[in-house]
């Protein structure tokens, strides 16, 4: 077995001069994988994705993508690379219509990238009937929908999100879900830290259970699903 598409290894890290959030922690995606970062709140889950994508300086470990180390890389320079990144909040411009955003998106590419917003809208064809509206009026979910829509704009080979259902209901939840795992089966790796963690290890082809900045478990989704302490300490039984 080769190296993960993408990995960061032994990640040690935090913000600025401040105190290290993570500790030796290692999180990896393979080709059109779903990975996906769980633990308590406060357990670094959005920082280990953060600092894959390069938002923050690691004072120790490694970032590879496809055998490359891009672990100086800016997070600009790793979005060239392939990597699309969907913040949890302030991730679409709200006075902007639907169709903005989407071009928005695509400001990197040089070429036509009109079959790319074709793709998005048949992805979410709720977007494609909004397009001409303006993205702040939407609801939660269509929000998040645009946000990943922009990511996608950029071709990414890793989609990353971050807390992608959060503050939406539990059927618009399993829709989004819905459309994370199409966009998997085309080819494109997911890296998603969750709160929902059942709903998301369900989806997950592999698991990282963060607690304190460092790797608890690891896993396949069924594997921690099933796993008496994960789903004791982190499942609620």
């Known amino acids: 077995m080769g190296e993960p598409y993408l990995i960061g290894e032994a990640m040690t890290g935090g913000y600025g001069k401040g105190a290290d959030i993570l500790h030796a922690c290692t999180i990896a995606v393979e080709r059109g994988e779903i990975a ?3 633990g308590p709140n406060g357990a670094g889950k959005s920082t280990a994705m953060k600092a894959v994508f390069g938002m ?3 004072r120790s470990g490694h970032v590879r993508l496809d055998g490359r180390d891009i672990t100086k890389l800016s997070p600009q320079d790793r979005v060239a690379q392939g990597m699309g990144f969907v913040p949890q909040t302030h991730n679409i411009f709200g006075s902007m219509t639907v169709e903005e955003n989407l071009e928005m998106g695509a400001f990197i590419r040089r070429d036509d990238f009109r079959g790319t917003l074709a793709q998005v809208y048949d992805l979410f064809p709720i977007l494609k ?3 001409h509206q303006a993205a702040g009026e939407l609801s ?3 929000r998040q929908q645009v946000a990943v829509g922009r990511a ?3 071709q990414p080979k890793v989609l990353m999100l971050d807390e992608p259902t959060a503050g939406v209901s539990p059927i618009v939840m399993d829709e989004l879900f819905d459309r994370i795992i199409e966009v998997a089966r085309s080819g494109i790796s997911i890296l998603m830290v969750e709160q929902n963690a059942r709903q998301a290890l369900e989806i997950a ?3 990282y259970v963060l ?4 790797n608890a478990f690891t896993g396949t989704g069924k594997d921690l699903l099933e796993n008496p302490d994960v789903r004791r300490s982190f499942l609620g039984g």
């Not at 607690?211 to 460092?214: I, K, L, R």
Request: hydrophobic content about 40%; glycine content about 18%.
């Open 129 to 131: 009937d909004k397009r």
């Open 140 to 142: 939660g979910g269509q």
């Open 205 to 207: 082809d592999k698991g």
């Open 152 to 154: 996608l704009m950029t």
């Open 211 to 214: 607690v304190q900045g460092a």
């Open 36 to 38: 996906v970062i769980v």
């Open 56 to 58: 923050l300086d690691l």
